[in-house]
């Protein structure tokens, strides 16, 4: 609705925020026990604002018996480093709303493939600032999503590959 005009930027980070509230309400009230299969780390890359979306990602992939670890906005690329080893993340799913984070994607893909030598995690990256599969691959993402209505199709499809 902001995009088209139809509330103002006060009115949609208002609404996003009782929103992700309530999302977190439901991830602690919800009785969801499962295995934990896999572990997935959820973040928006560089100075991207929008993770809404990628909290109902992540809620899909706690469904499916993940263990899920959200940060949302952007964190120190040595930090990053420090929770997927720690961690022992198997993947890294990040969100890509505007297309000024770009590049910030990319260079956050390619910085992390060249200092993780060993167990990197798998990389799934999707997002409306992402226009085609082909610019996700060559930033260096093992899994690119166009439709959210294919997640969990495409989670099966992850824990396939992991």
Do not use: C
Request: charge should be negative; hydrophobic fraction near 45%.
């Amino acid at each position: 609705m902001w995009e088209k005009g139809e509330i103002t930027v006060a009115q949609e980070h208002y609404s996003s925020g009782i929103i992700s509230s309530l999302l977190d309400y439901l991830s602690e009230v919800q009785n969801i026990v499962a295995g934990k299969k896999h572990v997935a780390l959820f973040m928006s890359p560089g100075e991207e604002e929008h993770t809404l979306s990628l909290r109902f990602v992540s809620e899909f992939f706690k469904e499916a018996g993940w263990k899920i670890i959200f940060i949302g906005r952007s964190i120190p690329l040595w930090d990053l480093r420090q929770i997927i080893d720690q961690e022992k993340i198997d993947l890294l799913v990040l969100s890509v709303f505007s297309t000024g984070s770009l590049n910030s994607a990319e260079y956050l893909i390619k910085a992390l493939k060249s200092e993780i030598a060993s167990n990197q995690p798998k990389i799934f990256i999707g997002g409306r600032g992402i226009d085609s599969e082909e610019f996700a691959l060559k930033a260096g993402a093992d899994v690119y999503l166009d439709d959210i209505g294919k997640l969990q199709e495409k989670i099966m499809e992850i824990e396939e590959m992991i």
